[in-house]
């Protein structure tokens, strides 16, 4: 496809499990970004990947939370022992460098009952 | 630190030009940007300036950057329905991940 692909679009689980969320950037793109976005709150930087370069993890919210980057396209976000505030929409956006324009994903809304 | 801050409601009549202001806190900021989100659907980028330009026009669009206030704004001129949705502001500084704001939602009226 043209654009970045997240997955699932929709996922529902229950609080105390783990979830993976899935992006697939545009092909060719070096940078890929992960972001959050809870109702009222606007978009939450969590993490960010740059070609082979160690990711810049600062912006996770706690240890519960991690992410990789296989062979520098896929990346699959993990939320361990989900909790009812990680209930929020996730985007994945690309880059084909990390100073141009960033295009995103649909999105993946995540809820935790 | 890193903060953007947007009004997070702006209502305008069809056909008016909206005006969609963002305020930055990071003077070292090297891009900004506006998106466009609109319900159900991921970001759009709409445009966006580098940080020693002041304005930047794209058709319906004009972006204005004052650098001295850290101020950015995005106008639409003859705003259609197909205009509403939520516009965020973000900024890029130096090799870091975007920072956006909390968005402001563009109500279009009849």
């Known amino acids: 496809g043209a654009g970045v692909s997240q997955s699932p679009s929709n996922k529902v689980t229950e609080k105390g499990k783990d979830v993976e969320l899935r992006c697939d950037p545009i092909s060719g793109h070096t940078a890929l970004y992960w972001y959050r976005q809870s109702l009222g709150q606007g978009l939450e930087f969590l993490i960010y990947?740059?070609?082979?370069?160690?990711?810049?993890k600062s912006g996770l919210p706690s240890d519960r939370f991690s992410a990789e980057r296989t062979g520098g396209s896929v990346s699959t976000l993990t939320i361990q022992r989900t909790q009812q505030e990680d209930s929020a929409v996730y985007l994945c956006a690309s880059s084909l460098a990390r100073e141009t324009e960033a295009f995103f994903g649909q999105g993946t809304r995540l809820t935790v009952v | 630190g890193e903060d953007v801050e947007q009004s997070l409601f702006l209502s305008v009549r069809e056909g008016d030009s909206s005006v969609i202001n963002c305020t930055y806190t990071d003077s070292s900021s090297t891009y900004l940007y506006w998106y466009k989100q609109e319900p159900g659907a991921g970001l759009q980028l709409l445009t966006y300036?580098?940080?020693?330009?002041d304005m930047k026009q794209d058709q319906r669009l004009t972006v204005l950057l004052n650098k001295k206030d850290k101020h950015l704004s995005l106008r639409i001129a003859d705003t259609q329905t197909g205009d509403s949705a939520i516009y965020f502001c973000?900024?890029?500084?130096?090799?870091?991940?975007?920072?956006f704001g909390k968005g402001t939602h563009l109500i279009i009226q009849p």
């Open positions: 973000a900024e890029r500084v130096g090799a870091d991940g975007l920072t």
């Open positions: 990947f740059q070609g082979n370069s160690a990711p810049d």
């Open positions: 300036i580098f940080s020693n330009m």
